[in-house]
C-alpha cells in the first residue's frame, strides 16, 4: 500500500475487555515497531519485528501485551484485561532496514486511539 | 525511559520568522533523527544526521548535532502555518538496536 494503515482509528472498551489493534505495514518493508504513545508524550518503544520474527519485545509493559507477526506483513497487538493505564495512541511504524535500522527512517500509520472506560 | 530532552516544550512564532527547536541526548548515538507529528496524525520523517556529521540541510529545514555536548537543533527558516506541529528528535538505542527512542517533543504553533 501507500502507507502504513492502522485499525481501527479509535477504540473504545471497558476495563477487563480484550482488544485487539492491527497494523498493515508498507510492502516489503521487513521492519515492523510498535510503540505507545501516552498525551503529550513522545512515542515509547513497546516491541520489534524482523520479518515474522519478533526480535525485541522488551517495552512492553506487561504479560497482558502480545503481539504477533505471523507471515511477516500484518501485525496484530494484543492487549489482554485492559486497564485504564492502557488508554494511549498505539503506534505501528515499519521500515526497510534489517540491520542497522536506524540508518532508515521509520513510517508510521495513524495509530489507534484506545480508550479504556 | 525517553532519552532525548527538547527545549523549550511550546514555541508560538508568526509565519515568516525561524523557529529553533533543541534536543539533548544522555548516551552516545550513531544516528539522531527529526520527525514531525500533526494533530492525531502519525509521525512524519524530517531527517537524519549522522554521528559524524555536524550539520544537514533539507529544504527549509537546518538540523545541527553537537556531539561532544550530545545536543541537535532544527532550524525551521521562514515558517508556515502548515509547520504547526509537534516535533520530537529520536535516537537509535545502541545497545539491541532494535528501536527508536523519542524525546517529549516541541509544540509548534505558527499564526499567520
Known amino acids: 500500500g501507500a502507507g502504513v494503515s492502522q485499525s481501527p482509528r479509535y477504540k473504545v472498551a471497558k476495563r477487563g475487555q480484550d482488544v485487539a489493534l492491527r497494523c498493515d505495514p508498507i510492502?516489503?518493508?521487513?521492519?515492523l515497531f510498535w510503540y505507545q504513545q501516552a498525551l503529550g508524550q513522545g512515542p515509547e518503544f513497546l516491541t520489534y519485528?524482523?520479518?515474522?520474527?519478533?526480535?525485541?519485545k522488551s517495552g512492553l509493559p506487561s504479560d497482558r501485551f502480545f503481539a504477533e507477526r505471523p507471515e511477516g506483513s500484518v501485525s496484530t497487538l494484543k492487549i489482554q484485561r485492559t486497564q485504564q493505564e492502557d488508554s494511549a495512541v498505539y503506534l505501528c511504524?515499519?521500515?526497510?532496514?534489517?540491520?542497522?535500522?536506524?540508518?532508515?527512517?521509520?513510517?508510521f500509520g495513524d495509530g489507534t486511539r484506545l480508550s479504556i472506560l | 525511559s525517553q532519552q532525548g530532552e527538547e527545549d523549550p516544550q511550546a514555541l508560538s512564532i508568526q509565519e515568516g520568522e525561524n523557529a529553533t527547536m533543541n534536543c539533548s541526548y544522555k548516551?552516545?548515538?550513531?544516528?539522531l533523527q527529526w520527525y514531525r507529528q500533526n494533530s492525531g496524525r502519525g509521525l512524519v520523517h524530517l531527517i537524519l544526521?549522522?554521528?559524524?556529521?555536524r550539520e544537514k540541510h533539507s529544504g527549509r529545514l537546518r538540523v545541527t548535532l553537537d556531539t561532544s555536548k550530545k545536543s541537535s537543533s532544527l532550524l525551521i527558516t521562514a515558517s508556515r502555518a502548515a509547520d504547526t506541529a509537534s516535533y520530537f528528535c529520536?535516537?537509535?538505542?545502541?545497545?539491541?538496536?532494535?528501536?527508536?527512542?523519542f524525546g517529549k517533543g516541541t509544540t509548534l504553533s505558527v499564526s499567520s
Open positions: 511504524a515499519s521500515s526497510l532496514a534489517t540491520a542497522s535500522y536506524s540508518n532508515q527512517p521509520q513510517h
Open positions: 510492502s516489503g518493508h521487513v521492519s
Open positions: 519485528f524482523q520479518n515474522e520474527a519478533q526480535l525485541d
Open positions: 548516551t552516545s548515538i550513531n544516528n
Open positions: 544526521i549522522r554521528s559524524n556529521e
Open positions: 529520536a535516537t537509535d538505542f545502541n545497545q539491541a538496536g532494535t528501536a527508536l527512542i
